[in-house]
């Protein structure tokens, strides 16, 4: 059985700076990492999809890197803005051969102007 | 950009009813999600349908749940008699193969008193 775990769960970094946001997963036979963006009382925005087959994706100001045998997934955030706050959240398919997913609790983001 | 849209936002019901939860998913898009989320808490997988019909369902997805796409854009979730704990936010989401980025909606929350 799939379990994903996010660290940290919170982080309040001043604007500027780089940061890593980190999500570990247990079960390694995935054939995909979802990224997803969560503001207050709002829905889920998809910001990376990493394939199984791939390394890393990038996305602007967003770099995300897969390593499935050590079970682990980075988030990393270039130059962080005030608009960067929100909830972000990992997911990963339940187990192999299932396309619903499971999710990270999700690391809090404050950047600080 | 398409996106997926639910209605209604905010739904307040009494317990013991029945409500439906409505959702319109990316047109060209072929299989279907639910998920919940209860304030605080992960993100939780509720159902699948593709074809037709549920490929998926887990522990939450009981005989109170049910799952129709009763036209060509409509999904709907119907929870026949709610309870306290079903109060959460609902998010549906589509794709166009399983394996692709799962788009979600803004979500609707539900509130039962």
């Known amino acids: 059985k799939q379990e994903v775990t996010q660290i940290p769960a919170a982080l309040s970094v001043p604007e500027g700076e780089n940061l890593v946001l980190n999500c570990s997963f247990t079960?390694?036979?995935?054939?995909?990492l979802q990224w997803f963006r969560q503001d207050p009382g709002k829905g889920l925005t998809s910001l990376l999809l990493?394939?199984?087959?791939?390394r890393e994706q990038t996305s602007g100001r967003l770099n995300a890197s897969l390593d499935k045998s050590s079970g682990r997934s980075t988030l990393y955030i270039a130059a962080s803005q005030p608009g960067d706050s929100a909830t972000y959240l990992c997911?990963?398919?339940?187990?192999?051969?299932?396309?619903?997913?499971?999710f990270g609790t999700g690391t809090r983001l404050k950047v600080l102007a | 950009e398409p996106e997926v849209t639910q209605t209604p936002s905010h739904q307040v019901t009494q317990m013991g009813q029945e409500v439906i939860l409505r959702c319109v998913p990316i047109?060209?898009?072929?299989?279907f999600y639910w998920y919940r989320q209860i304030l605080g808490q992960k993100v939780e997988f509720l159902v699948s349908?593709?074809?037709?019909?549920?490929?998926?369902k887990s522990e939450i997805f009981d005989d109170q749940f049910s799952v129709e796409r009763p036209d060509g854009s409509n999904f709907t979730l119907k929870i026949r008699s709610t309870k306290l704990e079903d109060s959460a936010m609902y998010f549906c989401?589509?794709?166009?193969?399983?394996?692709?980025?799962?788009?979600f909606g803004p979500g609707t929350r539900l509130t039962v008193l």
């Open positions: 997911a990963v398919p339940f187990t192999s051969g299932t396309y619903k997913y499971i």
């Open positions: 079960d390694s036979a995935i054939y995909n």
């Open positions: 990493i394939q199984s087959s791939q």
């Open positions: 047109s060209n898009h072929l299989y």
């Open positions: 349908f593709y074809n037709n019909e549920i490929s998926e």
């Open positions: 989401a589509s794709n166009n193969r399983g394996p692709d980025t799962q788009y």
